[in-house]
């Protein structure tokens, strides 16, 4: 995707997302480094995607918080004085690695840590009224320096909103987010859960729909995900299995209620780990094949 912005200088490509690229630029004024996310408008259904962009800012220019990717400008190019030909997300810029990466790796105590840091920012966004409801291991920055920034703001919504279609990624996705049910705090419980079950397997949560999804007709296919009421796959220490338990629960209620009852079971997780001299932890999977549904 090749772009010119006036008074800013396109340093090299970030990434890519649904219907997006990710450009790094410089402000030949200030020097300051930006993250521009870019939309290109080509058929009526890719305004779906500036919405997208709409709807980040919203939420990005709202929530102040240092782990929450900052917002600071939405610029459209318009055809005809009236058409959006592309939008432009102008965004605090990141030098950090998502824990998707294949060579992330850190001891697990300082991988919890890094949970309870994303944790801090998801109840800054609480507060603010404002649920995420697309936590991956992608939308989680990890800096050289140990800093935790939260991304993708695109799905985000108002605490206790209820959608009008099924928004999120299969692998992570909260039951009431397939229901069109009301969200709010507990929903990021349960992506937080299924992230860290993901980062620390490698395999994927049981959800409502990740077994088999018709995009076509937006209806589940196969299989419904039985309730996690039995211990997980064996494979993590017992303070960990119980984490991710209370995470991931079916029922909202039987989950962790907020961020802070996550917090203090992640600190609570860590020490016992700390004691058992846990060993290190390598990411072991990839979710860039799994692209968050709109």
Not at 42 to 68: A, C, I, W, Y
Not at 171 to 196: C, H, K, N, W
Not at 230 to 244: F, K, M, S
Request: hydrophobic residues 40%; aromatic residues 6%.
């Amino acid at each position: 995707m090749s772009i010119d912005i006036p008074n800013y200088q396109i340093l090299g490509k970030l990434g890519k997302g649904a219907g997006s690229a990710l450009l790094l630029a410089r402000s030949t004024r200030t020097g300051a480094k930006y993250t521009v996310k870019v939309v290109k408008v080509h058929e009526p259904e890719d305004m779906k995607f500036v919405d997208q962009l709409r709807n980040e800012h919203s939420v990005g220019s709202t929530v102040d918080h240092p782990v929450v990717r900052r917002t600071y400008e939405l610029r459209y190019v318009r055809r005809r004085l009236t058409k959006i030909k592309s939008a432009m997300l102008f965004m605090e810029y990141v030098d950090g690695v998502p824990l998707n990466d294949p060579d992330f790796s850190c001891p697990l105590p300082e991988l919890l840590t890094y949970f309870s840091k994303a944790a801090e920012g998801l109840q800054g966004m609480h507060r603010a009224g404002f649920v995420h409801a697309d936590l991956k291991p992608g939308n989680i920055l990890v800096t050289p320096d140990g800093r935790v920034k939260l991304i993708d703001l695109g799905q985000a919504c108002e605490m206790g909103e209820v959608k009008s279609k099924v928004q999120g990624t299969p692998d992570y996705i909260a039951p009431e987010q397939v229901s069109l049910g009301a969200l709010d705090a507990r929903t990021d419980v349960f992506g937080m859960g299924a992230t860290l079950y993901k980062v620390l397997t490698g395999k994927a949560m049981p959800t409502d729909m990740n077994q088999r999804v018709c995009l076509q007709r937006m209806s589940l296919i196969g299989r419904r995900a039985a309730e996690l009421d039995q211990p997980l796959d064996g494979e993590l220490a017992g303070p960990l299995d119980r984490l991710i338990e209370a995470c991931c629960q079916k029922e909202p209620a039987k989950r962790l209620p907020n961020m802070k009852a996550l917090m203090d079971r992640l600190e609570l997780t860590r020490g016992v780990l700390l004691k058992r001299q846990a060993a290190t932890v390598r990411w072991l999977g990839s979710s860039s094949r799994n692209p968050p549904l709109s």
